[in-house]
T-cell receptor
Framework: KQEVTQIPAALSVPEGENLVLNCSFTDSAIYNLQWFRQDPGKGLTSLLLIQSSQREQTSGRLNASLDKSSGRSTLYIAASQPGDSATYLCAVKIGSGNTGKLIFGQGTTLQVKP | DGGITQSPKYLFRKEGQNVTLSCEQNLNHDAMYWYRQDPGQGLRLIYYSQIVNDFQKGDIAEGYSVSREKKESFPLTVTSAQKNPTAFYLC?????????????FGPGTRLTVL
């Protein structure tokens, strides 16, 4: 059974710091991996999606990496800002197309202090 | 303005009552999903539907029911059989076969049992 774990559960950093969020999964047979952002009491917004054949994806100050063999992904946030404060969730997709489903980690709640 | 809407934002239910959560999308997406989120936990899949008039149970379907009579709508009923319904409920949709394999999420409904 696929399990997704995110460590740490919470993180507080000063503004401007570079930081890394971690995600691990138990079964390397994934179709893709996504990182989402969730603001308090809101829905999820997709940040980055990495296909199983890819090693990393970048969007602005965000860079996500994927190492399927070790069952790990990291989300790197450069030059953090108070507006980055949110909960970040990773999810792996098992199965492809319409029959695939997402398995979510518990999330890391990030606070960036001005 | 395309997107997913969920209503109501907050819902209070007395024990023994059934309640229905609304989810509507105007993205012309084929697949729709219902997730449950509890504090400190990731999202768990309740039900999903790939096409109209068809739906499948997710990982925690007991005590819930759904219908998919229209492409745009995927309501979730939380029945009195659900032992611990207090949670944050998120609806999502996905374009089946689309090049972007991303689920788009609504803003959520917070259900509290009194």
């Amino acid at each position: 059974k696929q399990e997704v774990t995110q460590i740490p559960a919470a993180l507080s950093v000063p503004e401007g710091e570079n930081l890394v969020l971690n995600c691990s999964f138990t079964d390397s047979a994934i179709y893709n991996l996504q990182w989402f952002r969730q603001d308090p009491g809101k829905g999820l917004t997709s940040l980055l999606l990495i296909q199983s054949s890819q090693r990393e994806q970048t969007s602005g100050r965000l860079n996500a990496s994927l190492d399927k063999s070790s069952g790990r992904s990291t989300l790197y946030i450069a030059a953090s800002q108070p507006g980055d404060s949110a909960t970040y969730l990773c999810a792996v997709k098992i199965g492809s197309g319409n029959t695939g489903k997402l398995i979510f980690g518990q999330g890391t709640t990030l606070q960036v202090k001005p | 303005d395309g997107g997913i809407t969920q209503s109501p934002k907050y819902l209070f239910r007395k024990e023994g009552q059934n309640v229905t959560l609304s989810c509507e999308q105007n993205l012309n997406h084929d697949a729709m999903y219902w997730y449950r989120q509890d504090p400190g936990q990731g999202l768990r899949l309740i039900y999903y539907s790939q096409i109209v008039n068809d739906f499948q149970k997710g990982d925690i379907a007991e005590g819930y029911s759904v219908s998919r009579e229209k492409k745009e709508s995927f309501p979730l009923t939380v029945t009195s059989a659900q032992k611990n319904p207090t949670a944050f409920y998120l609806c999502a949709s996905r374009l089946a076969g689309g090049s972007t394999d991303t689920q788009y999420f609504g803003p959520g409904t917070r259900l509290t049992v009194l």
